[in-house]
């Protein structure tokens, strides 16, 4: 059954390039990018695996661990680390589980037959601490995803989770951000100590409550 926004995020144990993992577990209430490429030994995911591999200090500013998952061994992801290494100039410092037996691609609907029946699609989940999805991308096979953009969505959670905001089209930290239509405009000015510019009763925006 398709993951949605607001579910818990199924547990699961698989073998990984870093052994066996017990998902919960291994996720210990921090943030997780859990995301699945098509095949090992292909252009594209080498390309996204090496870069987020480079944005472990990232992740690690934003108190979250990246995992990928694709339907092939153990011994096709520990050879294809190689492969990344030398090619994108990167370790991979995160675990890529091992689905030969695709149960974790049936658990988080990743096989979408129509686009191909045997490969997983380039899903990405954003899990909160308390195991929540709180982001669901489904990209094709031929299209590498933008990895700022999850670090972006990531920092968008982030900031909401703590205030009464949302953020705008286009957003990017420090950037202005919307007072949440929840608020009144009294109770805007008591929580905006800087105050917010009122376009329309229902777009207000104000500066970033934490940059
Ligand atoms: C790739 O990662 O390059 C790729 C994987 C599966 C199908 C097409 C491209």
């Known amino acids: 059954m398709a993951i949605r926004l607001g579910d818990i995020a199924p547990d699961f144990t698989a073998q990984s390039t870093d052994g066996e993992i017990s ?14 490429h098509p095949k090992d030994f292909t252009p594209v995911c080498t390309t996204e695996l090496g870069y987020t591999a480079k944005l472990k200090d990232e992740f690690e ?25 030398e090619t994108q100039g990167t370790a991979v410092n995160f675990p890529i589980i091992a689905d030969p037996d695709r149960v974790v691609a049936d ?30 991308l489904t990209y094709p096979a031929s ?12 920092d968008s959670l982030q900031l909401t989770d703590g205030y009464k905001v949302a953020t705008p089209v286009n957003w990017t930290q420090g950037g202005d951000v919307i007072v949440s239509p ?15 510019t009122k376009i329309k009763p229902y777009l207000r925006t104000t500066a970033q409550p934490n940059s």
């Open 23 to 36: 998902f919960h577990n291994w996720k210990n209430d921090q943030w997780v990018v859990f995301f699945s």
């Open 61 to 85: 500013a934003r108190n979250t661990k990246a995992i990928a998952v694709s339907v092939d061994s153990v011994d096709d992801h520990q050879a294809w680390v190689g492969d990344i290494e």
């Open 107 to 136: 658990l988080y609907d990743m096989i979408h037959p129509n686009a191909d029946n045997t490969l997983t699609v380039r899903s990405v989940f954003i899990i909160d601490p308390a195991n929540k999805v709180r982001l669901t």
């Open 143 to 154: 299209t590498g995803r933008n990895f700022d953009e999850i670090l972006r969505v990531l």
């Open 182 to 196: 929840a608020l009144s405009d009294d109770e805007a000015n008591e929580l905006f100590p800087s105050g917010f």
